[in-house]
Antibody
Framework: EEQLLESGGGSVQRGGSLRLSCAASGFTFGDYAMSWVRQSQGKGLEWVSSISGSGGSLYFADSVKGRFTISRDNSKNTVFLQMNSLRVEDSAIYYC????????????????WGQGTLVTVSS | SYELTQPPSVSVSPGQTARITCSGDSLTKQYAYWYQQKPGQAPVLVIYKDSERPSGIPGRERFSGSSSGTTVTLSITGVQAEDEADYYCQSSDSSGTLAFGGGTKLTVL
C-alpha cells in the first residue's frame, strides 16, 4: 500500500523558517515526481512546488518562488520543502502528493496524497 | 499562470445527477483532473485526463468526466449522501505550472 507521511509542521513567527518532510513507502520512490500542495483554513487547494523523480527539475508557484525550495533524497524515500521568509499567508495544511510520472509537465496530476502537516505563521 | 473557474456550490437530491463545471482557456489544450475532498480529509483523485477513472475508488463507476471547448464537467450519477464533499478541478501546462479551480461544495439535499 502506498503511503505518504508528512512531518515538520508547526508554529513559527513571520520571517522564520521551517522544513517539511514527506516519507514515502509502497512504491519505487525515484520513479515518480513529487509535489507539495497547500490549503489555508477554509480555503481551496493551492499548488506550491514539484520536483522530478531524479530531483533535477524543480518547479514553484509564483507565490513561493525565491522563498521555498524543494529537494528529495531517493535513498531515504523522502521529499523536503524548505520554507524561508515565511509570511502569515503561508499558514496552511501542507500536503505531499505523488505524481504518477517521473517528470512534471502538461499531464501532471496528483495520484496519491498524504494527510498533511499544519504550518502556522504568526505576526 | 492561468485560471480555472468553478461554481462555489451545487445542490442535488439523492439519486439525481450532479454536474460540476470547470472553465478555463487552458482546457482546450490541457487535460483536467478532479479531486474529492471530504471535511478533515486529504483530497482523493476521482477523474484524470478529462474522463478516466482511477481504480480502487469505491463507487467510482458513478463518477464520469467530459470535456467541451473551454469547459470540463464532472458528473456524479445516482448521488448519495456520501458524495457530499468539496470537488476541485486541476490542470497543468507544459512549463510545469499547475493550477486548481476554486472548488465546488456539493450538497446532497
Amino acid at each position: 500500500e502506498e503511503q505518504l507521511l508528512e512531518s515538520g509542521g508547526g508554529s513559527v513567527q513571520r520571517g522564520g523558517s521551517l522544513r517539511l518532510s514527506c516519507a514515502a513507502s509502497g512504491f519505487t520512490f525515484g520513479d515518480y515526481a513529487m509535489s507539495w500542495v497547500r490549503q489555508s483554513q477554509g480555503k481551496g487547494l493551492e499548488w506550491v512546488s514539484s520536483i522530478s523523480g531524479s530531483g533535477g527539475s524543480l518547479y514553484f508557484a509564483d507565490s513561493v518562488k525565491g522563498r521555498f525550495t524543494i529537494s528529495r533524497d531517493n535513498s531515504k524515500n523522502t521529499v523536503f520543502l524548505q520554507m524561508n521568509s515565511l509570511r502569515v499567508e503561508d499558514s496552511a495544511i501542507y500536503y505531499c502528493a505523488k505524481v504518477p510520472a517521473p517528470i512534471v509537465g502538461a499531464t501532471t496530476y496528483f495520484q496519491h496524497w498524504g494527510q498533511g502537516t499544519l504550518v502556522t505563521v504568526s505576526s | 499562470s492561468y485560471e480555472l473557474t468553478q461554481p462555489p456550490s451545487v445542490s442535488v437530491s439523492p439519486g439525481q445527477t450532479a454536474r460540476i463545471t470547470c472553465s478555463g482557456d487552458s482546457l482546450t489544450k490541457q487535460y483536467a483532473y478532479w479531486y474529492q475532498q471530504k471535511p478533515g480529509q486529504a483530497p482523493v483523485l476521482v477523474i484524470y485526463k478529462d474522463s478516466e477513472r482511477p481504480s480502487g475508488i469505491p463507487g467510482r463507476e458513478r463518477f464520469s468526466g467530459s470535456s467541451s471547448g473551454t469547459t470540463v464537467t464532472l458528473s456524479i450519477t445516482g448521488v448519495q449522501a456520501e458524495d457530499e464533499a468539496d470537488y476541485y478541478c486541476q490542470s497543468s501546462d507544459s512549463s510545469g505550472t499547475l493550477a486548481f479551480g476554486g472548488g465546488t461544495k456539493l450538497t446532497v439535499l
